[in-house]
């Protein structure tokens, strides 16, 4: 069990992805990710393997939650600023997690 204070202590914002692309180089199939999150977290880079559900092209647009304050990880070629956050569907691919409706870029998850 965590306490509540433990839970803020993990920043989970909602972003808008504004680039995707391939990344071949990954050890496993993943994409590339531009996320805006506006104000003063800006633009964030991530790297997700979600090729099952999702290409590139369909991700732009699309908010995504994830955690803003975690350091820094190289993955290959990319370095990772944020962990972009999903769920397992019933055969283990990810499914992203984001809000049922629009809302501002930047919003902290409570």
């Known amino acids: 069990m965590i306490s509540h204070d433990d ?3 993990v920043d ?3 972003g808008t992805i504004t680039r995707a692309e391939p990344f071949p180089e990954a050890r496993k199939p993943a994409i590339k990710l ?5 104000g003063d977290i800006g633009e964030k880079r991530s790297s997700a393997q979600i090729t099952r559900h999702y290409s590139p092209e369909g991700l732009v647009g699309l908010q995504v939650l994830a955690v803003v304050n975690f350091p820094p990880r190289q993955i290959g070629k990319v370095l990772s600023e944020v962990l972009v956050l999903g769920v397992p569907d019933a055969d283990g691919e ?5 809000p049922g409706h629009a809302v501002p870029d930047g919003g902290r998850m409570f």
């Open 7 to 9: 839970f803020m202590q």
């Open 94 to 98: 990810v499914v992203l997690i984001g």
């Open 12 to 14: 989970i914002r909602v």
């Open 34 to 38: 531009w996320v805006d999150f506006g």
